[in-house]
């Protein structure tokens, strides 16, 4: 719990801040990448198909894809 919620909304230049940092593009966190990032270290599934299409080989659809992904749209970077 506490190193999940430390990943996530990591601050400053602690080791989990590269989570975050990985998933940016033009200085801000892109919910999609976060959504493959998350599922991946923490689901231990693959979702980039499902960004574009129904996964082929399990059943995550791409709806499940983006529903992940809204869970982060409001995710941004703060400057103190």
Known sequence: DELVREMITAEGES?????????????????NKLAMSVSRRFLGVRLECAECHDHPFTDWKQDDFWSLAAFFARTAKVEK
């Open 15 to 31: 080791p989990p801040v590269a989570f975050v940092r990985q998933c940016m593009d033009d200085g801000q966190p892109r919910a």
